[in-house]
Structure formats: C-alpha cells, structure tokens
C-alpha cells in the first residue's frame, strides 16, 4: 500500500531524514508497506513483535535507536482493536523500518493506492 504518514509523523519523518521530500503532510514522500491489520482486526504489540488475531506476523524486535542513535517513538505495547477508517502498515524485510510499529495506525483516508506485486522470490 502506498500511503502519507501521519502530519505528527510526517514532521519527524523530514527532520531525521527518514522520508525524502514529496507532497504528503510534512513535505514528506509517501511510504511502499504492506497492510498488517484492517479494521476490527485485534493487534497485540510487544518488543518482540507483532501478533494480528492471535498469529505471529512479526518476529522481530522493535528498535529503540535509529542508525544516529536518537530514540525511536513507538506505538504503545499492549492490545489494541483496528479502529474503523485505520490500517496498520508494516515494512518486510528491515528491522529499522519507519512503519506501525513506530508510528501507530495510519488513517485510511491516507491511502494514496494498494500495491500488488507481480513478481516474488523466496
């Protein structure tokens, strides 16, 4: 999903050099995730991971310091029900990625188009 993260978020984003320029809230570019969770989904966020409706999606650590070693901002541990008109966007491959995890659901309305690919490898 290609989607603007929150303004709140956006500033960050610019500040640190996480998001280049582009026409999102915050001057910021959109961010390429996939969805994690939709509304009504229940999401369990620990420090290890993330769980959507009882199965494991994420196994990995959150990271508490960026590459600059500045705290990282992460969305509260614990349960938490998918609110009506939110997604919760998550990156694939990097530990570091600026997504859900950090920044919290992102609104629907933000969603600028859904991705699909064309072509996978394992």
Known sequence: MVACLPPEVAVISRARGYLGPGDC???????????????????????????????????RPIEVRD???????????????????????????SARSWESRSVGPVPLASVRAVVRPMLTVD
Request: negative net charge; charged residues 15%; hydrophobic residues 45%.
């Open 25 to 59: 809230p915050g001057s910021t570019q959109p961010v390429l995730k996939r969805v994690g969770a939709l509304p009504g989904d229940t999401l369990e966020l620990d420090d290890l991971g993330v769980t959507v409706n009882g199965q494991r999606v994420l196994a």
């Open 67 to 93: 590459s600059a070693g500045r705290i990282l901002p992460h969305a509260a541990f614990g349960s938490h029900v998918v609110a009506a008109e939110e997604v919760w966007l998550f990156g694939s491959s």
